[in-house]
Structure formats: structure tokens, C-alpha cells
């Protein structure tokens, strides 16, 4: 009954995203229980109520590119325009063109890009951000950062990543 419910929800995943997610019935068909605590964890990977769509969606799209090229990129950006990002700033992710971004999405961008790459974020940044977004934005941002690298992530360690697939911003 379970793995019915299971497989329909990933059905329901891959229509939502239009990806597959073959490494999750991976997880699923070896591990039921570890997939059942990793599908806990979505809420927290789409939390957001103090950050600017634009910002939030922006910072999680540069560290998955940072992560991965391929599906997870455009399981951001299908999340991205589903939530009414606008195609443009998408695109400007895409060909990491932050400083033609808006002000705050830029500084989003920049530090998801830092933070994914391993680096601490500079003190003027970090002032910047808070000072825009207060901490709780802040911790929301740190929170965006964290959880887009952890799909990608599993998929690599599972041997599912499919880099450098085709990523369409549906305008």
C-alpha cells in the first residue's frame, strides 16, 4: 500500500517538474524508510516566507547550477516559473549575468554562488543581505543555499545526475 502511494507521488513529481525521478524510486525500492524521512525534508527545501520570490528562486537556480547542469537545473527553473519568476531573470542566472539582476536578487545570487562554491561569504555581502532581507531572510537564504545542493548531490552519489542536459526557460 505504501509503495503504491510512493510510486504514485513521484508520478505526480515528474509531471509537476518534468524530470525524472528514477533516483528516488531508487531510494524507495532499497531503503523505504530513508525515503520516507527524505520526502520530510521538501518542506523545508521550498520554505520561504520572509525572502523575495525572486531572490529565493535566483539563489537556489545559481547553486544548482553549481551542482549539476542538467535536471535539477530545470526542476528549478520549472519551480521558478511555476511561481512566477520571470523568464528574463531566469535567463540572466543562466548565462551568470548577476549584475544585470535587481538589487537584492544579485546579492542572492552571489551569495548562493560563494556558499555552493565552498567559500564564506564577505562580511559586506552578508550586511547587505541582512540589511535588505533582515536575518530571518537571511537564514531563509542560508536555507535555500543548503537544500538545492542536496538533491543533486544524492543523484551524483547514486549515479542518476544527467549533466549538461538541455535547460528551457518556458517564457
Known amino acids: 500500500m505504501i509503495r503504491a502511494i510512493v510510486q504514485r507521488q513521484l508520478a505526480a513529481a515528474e509531471r509537476r517538474f518534468g524530470a525524472s525521478m528514477d ?6 525500492d532499497r531503503d523505504l524508510g530513508l525515503f520516507l524521512k527524505l520526502s520530510m ?11 523575495p520570490r525572486d531572490a529565493f528562486h535566483a539563489a537556489r537556480l545559481a547553486t544548482t547550477l553549481h551542482a549539476d ?3 535539477c537545473v530545470q526542476i528549478e527553473v520549472t ?4 511561481a512566477g519568476v520571470p523568464a528574463a531573470l531566469l535567463r540572466a542566472v543562466l548565462d551568470d549575468r548577476g549584475a544585470g539582476l535587481p538589487d537584492g536578487v544579485g546579492d542572492a545570487v552571489t551569495f548562493a554562488q560563494v556558499v555552493a562554491s565552498g567559500a564564506d561569504p564577505d562580511d559586506t555581502l552578508r550586511a547587505r543581505l541582512t540589511s535588505r532581507f533582515g536575518e530571518e531572510g537571511v537564514v ?9 545542493q542536496f538533491y543533486p548531490t544524492l543523484k551524483r552519489a547514486l549515479g542518476y545526475s544527467r549533466s549538461c542536459a538541455l535547460v528551457q526557460v518556458a517564457v
Open 69 to 71: 547542469c542538467g535536471e
Open 23 to 28: 533516483y528516488m524510486r531508487h531510494v524507495a
Open 41 to 51: 525534508l521538501q518542506p523545508a527545501t521550498w520554505h520561504r516566507r520572509r525572502l
Open 140 to 148: 531563509e537564504l542560508a536555507n535555500a543555499v543548503a537544500t538545492a
Open 79 to 82: 519551480a521558478a516559473r511555476k
